[in-house]
């Protein structure tokens, strides 16, 4: 035993620790404004223009409301069991139709990317909804880095699968490890990001520590968690929810309130810590990004590409 450590793991050196979200921005700029008696505006340049202004949920309702089957099928399993999870050391295999393949780290991922936060709308396609500060960074950015091959059409990715730690794993409630995947234009849109944190700290586990895909206008299924695989291909690749029940998760899954799910309505939804009493609210199209993504869907049948 030498007692020393031989390298350092991703968080000793990411970034995400000197990071700090917009609310603590302003409160530090406000605190010394009020300190140095002068009249600073407390200036939001933090703010991203894809944020939404929406309230977000508490820090309890985002990490006690989950669903990671991997930790089991409650929504409280993950919080109870995902804390045995080790996050670090953690590496992404990043292959197939990229001119860099490799297996990095993501201490060296963080190192190249531009973090920044994130308020998005966030639907789950069990009807419930959320919003949601992220902390992450462009797929893209991290795409055009390992260099995305000409032929390239869809980007899949796959959850770690370590059944000693993930107990949801040992038994066989889905098809692991966890698949999911986009099309290309989706996967470089910049809405699209892989999180690091929530409300200005690294991720929790159960939320899909260290690293996850978010796409906000999609249904919440489509954003892996604990992503250690990211392959670049030419054909639309197999994901889980649609190779379990085709005719109720599609590839696309699209946040959509005129198509609904075979079993339930996707009109309204009913917002996560509302309370007991609250009325549900309407469902939005693509949850409300319709601006920035109608136009990857131009001519097609959204009833059929569901
Ligand atoms: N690996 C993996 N990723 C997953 C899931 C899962 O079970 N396993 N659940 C999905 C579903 S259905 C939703 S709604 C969101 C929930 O994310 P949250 O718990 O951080 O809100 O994660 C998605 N990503
Ligand atoms: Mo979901």
């Known amino acids: 035993m030498t007692g020393s450590k031989t390298r350092l793991g991703w968080s000793d050196v990411t970034p995400q620790h000197l990071f700090m979200n917009r609310r603590q921005m302003i409160g530090a700029s406000v605190a010394w404004a009020g300190l140095a008696g002068t009249a600073m505006a407390a200036t939001d340049d933090a703010v991203s223009p894809y944020s939404t202004d929406a309230e977000p949920n508490s820090f309890e309702d985002i990490t006690q409301?989950?669903?990671?089957?991997?930790?089991?099928?409650?929504?409280?399993?993950?919080?109870?069991?995902?804390?045995?999870?080790?996050?670090?050391?953690?590496?992404?295999?990043?292959?197939?139709?990229?001119?860099r393949p490799g297996s990095y780290d993501l201490g060296d991922i963080l190192s190249k990317v531009?973090?920044?936060?994130?308020?998005?709308?966030?639907r789950c396609v069990?009807?419930?909804?959320?919003?949601?500060?992220?902390t992450g960074f462009e797929l893209r950015s991290l795409?055009?880095?390992?260099?995305?091959?000409?032929?390239?059409k869809y980007v899949a990715m796959e959850t770690?699968?370590?059944?000693?730690?993930?107990?949801?794993?040992?038994?066989?409630?889905?098809?692991?490890?966890?698949?999911?995947?986009?099309?290309?234009?989706?996967?470089?849109?910049?809405?699209?990001?892989?999180?690091?944190?929530?409300?200005?700290?690294?991720?929790?586990?159960?939320?899909?520590?260290?690293?996850?895909?978010?796409?906000?206008w999609k249904y919440g299924f489509k954003s892996i968690?604990?992503?250690?695989?990211?392959?670049?291909t030419d054909t639309q690749p197999e994901t889980t929810w649609n190779m379990l029940a085709p005719r109720e998760y599609g590839f696309y899954s699209n946040v959509n309130p005129t198509v609904d799910h075979?079993?339930?309505?996707?009109?309204?939804?009913?917002?996560?810590?509302?309370?007991?009493?609250?009325?549900?609210?309407?469902?939005?199209?693509?949850?409300?990004?319709?601006?920035?993504?109608?136009?990857?869907?131009?001519?097609?049948?959204?009833?059929?590409?569901?």
Not at 70 to 98: C, H, N, S, Y
Not at 114 to 122: D, H, S, V
Not at 143 to 152: D, F, H, I, M, W
Not at 165 to 193: F, K, N
């Open 262 to 306: 075979p079993r339930w309505s996707q009109a309204t939804e009913r917002a996560v810590g509302g309370g007991l009493f609250a009325k549900r609210q309407p469902t939005l199209m693509y949850n409300g990004y319709g601006d920035e993504v109608a136009s990857l869907y131009d001519g097609m049948d959204l009833a059929e590409h569901y």
């Open 126 to 134: 069990e009807a419930w909804s959320m919003v949601i500060p992220w």
């Open 65 to 99: 409301y989950c669903n990671f089957y991997e930790f089991g099928t409650g929504k409280g399993d993950p919080a109870r069991f995902a804390g045995a999870l080790t996050t670090d050391p953690w590496a992404v295999q990043i292959d197939g139709m990229v001119d």
């Open 160 to 216: 770690l699968l370590r059944p000693e730690e993930m107990p949801g794993q040992r038994r066989r409630s889905l098809d692991w490890p966890y698949r999911e995947g986009l099309r290309l234009d989706e996967a470089m849109h910049p809405l699209t990001i892989m999180a690091t944190g929530l409300y200005g700290q690294d991720l929790p586990n159960q939320n899909g520590a260290p690293l996850r895909l978010v796409v906000p």
């Open 143 to 152: 795409l055009e880095q390992v260099g995305v091959q000409p032929g390239a």
């Open 114 to 122: 531009t973090l920044e936060e994130r308020i998005y709308r966030f």
């Open 225 to 232: 968690k604990s992503v250690v695989r990211i392959t670049l």
